[in-house]
């Protein structure tokens, strides 16, 4: 198996409530070559507001404070001392990949912002990230035009619908990401592309409120048989899997397991926690302490 391009798709808002209301064929793995999991958002270390928070995590790992990209930010991650974090755009770009960010501006947040991009098609572009039409053209548009290197695409119409508290429209969105993830699979080489498919929170449509309730995780390429069952994961589990799939190293910051070995029959004897927490205490162990690079002057 040899992994040249990975999709990350992003449905923003979409949690396992909102999934199980949905018909959603494609994503639930009745065509085989899927794994599925359901995966917890919580922010871990340092954050803002949840949206590019968990965008963050996916590219970055731990402990970040992350904004929305826009007037004032490029999307750049940092961490608890003010410096810049590592995403795997940065580690996929230091390679020689290409990285791309689609849909929603919050997707080159995983990537390492806007400004780093090799290519973008999101909303500062023009796209409409609501309209499942345009956004799966432009994502194998951008796929197209790279050889090696990941796409990120954010999509908007869920995490809308729970916004304006609308249960028929979230409905309706998730069938539409479904057959967008149909869409893409049927026009991808699956022998050598990964799809990663999660979301990055849920939104309620009664309260019309983001939370952390669970969101699906998928995994589709050719070499997973069948219908495989992940389990519980974490979405900060992304960074390291997307960075194994294309044999770069991990972001310093990365956490938790490769899921794609765990997805082709590997080891799994660890719960996701159980392996975060130990690695945590390994970082906390060799984390410069604050108020003694204060001491030296290092920070303010
Ligand atoms: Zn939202």
Redesign the pocket.
Known sequence: MKIKKVILFII??MDTVNFTMANTPVMSGWHGKTAVGVAHTEIIGAGTTI?PIAHGMMGTGFNIIAHRPGAHTTGRCFDYYGNPVETIGDVAREAGLKTAAVGKNEAAIVLGGLDVLDLSRLEKDGVDTTDDRVMVEETLKVYQQIDQGIIVVTYNAV?FA??IMSVKRIIDSVERADKMVGEIIKNVNLAETLLVIAADHG?NPLTGN?NTIPTPLCLITEAITGRVNLGIVHNIEIAITICSALNLRKPKQALGRNLLEIALGGKSDLSYREVIDEQLQELYRNQPKRHELALKGEVL
């Open positions: 923003d808002g949206t995490d729970g916004h939104t983001h």
